[in-house]
């Protein structure tokens, strides 16, 4: 079976947040860095607010932003601008993509892809008309056409995407009556590989890898119906073969829900 999946990586954990319009108590704006979808950057009003992030380099080059929030839409006019700059000050700054509009359809999700590479050193995320008080959890921002595009994946034959239940310790008693301690449910799972990829995406897939740092950093896998999936990669390293020139397969990934 063959499918479309994305998966958006490129986090801002090694970038520098300069400044946002406010924070509320508890809520600092570094928590938009740290991978973690239970912490927040949270604005401590509903007036206008902006994000802004310095990647250290003037060679920086991004086509899309990506954002995990709590930003409301009640009267369906909350917006996301994506502004970048060569300068700290933002005074010529251009924006980058069309305006993004909460709706309840695609709400905690918001994607604003700019089309080719935009390259910049600073870049600003202004949320406005929010009902309440912006909130943020997870910001991301790069070059991607794995974020972008997809790629054609092949499902492995029976195990494509399965339930893994492995949150539970079995206790046994003195005569064998036996209890289940359970720390959670089970955690959707999906194991596929990549076939027939040119060079170009073949490079951009370990690029992924190396974004990701393997397994360590968490990341958003949207899957063929569209959902949306925080995950990470149980796989350690990533091989490809090339099986003719400039063509590649890959050893099948395992991409496992974190919750």
């Not at 508890?26 to 401590?44: C, E, F």
């Not at 949306?228 to 090339?242: A, D």
Request: no cysteine.
């Amino acid at each position: 079976m063959r499918a479309e999946i994305k998966l958006i990586a490129e986090g801002i954990d090694d970038y520098d947040i300069d400044s946002v319009t406010s924070a509320a108590a508890g809520h600092p704006k570094d928590k938009m860095q740290d991978r973690r979808i239970d912490t927040s950057w949270k604005a401590n009003s509903t007036a206008t607010q902006d994000i802004d992030i310095d990647t250290n380099s003037d060679t920086f080059s991004a086509n899309y932003a990506f954002l995990y929030h709590n930003i409301s839409d009640n009267s369906s006019s909350a917006t996301i601008k994506i502004y970048s700059d060569d300068n700290a000050g933002f005074t010529s700054a251009t924006q980058r993509g069309s305006t993004f509009t909460i709706t309840p359809s695609n709400k905690p999700y918001a994607m604003i892809s700019f089309g080719a590479g935009i390259v910049e050193r600073y870049w600003r995320i202004r949320i406005e008309n929010s009902d309440v008080a912006p909130e943020v959890y997870l910001v991301f921002l790069g070059v991607s056409s794995l974020a972008m595009t997809g790629f054609s994946v092949r499902h492995m034959p029976g195990q494509s995407q399965e339930i893994t239940y492995d949150g539970y310790d079995i206790e046994e008693a003195a005569g064998g009556v036996r209890a289940a301690r359970i720390y959670h449910d089970g955690r959707w799972t999906l194991r596929a590989q990549w076939e027939i990829l040119d060079s170009t995406l073949e490079v951009a897939l370990q690029q992924f890898m190396a974004d990701v740092k393997g397994g360590a950093r968490a990341f958003f896998l949207v899957d063929s119906d569209s959902t949306y999936h925080w995950v990470r990669i149980l796989n350690r390293r990533l091989g490809s073969s090339e099986f003719v020139h400039e063509l590649f397969n890959t050893d099948p990934l395992i991409f496992e829900e974190e919750f």
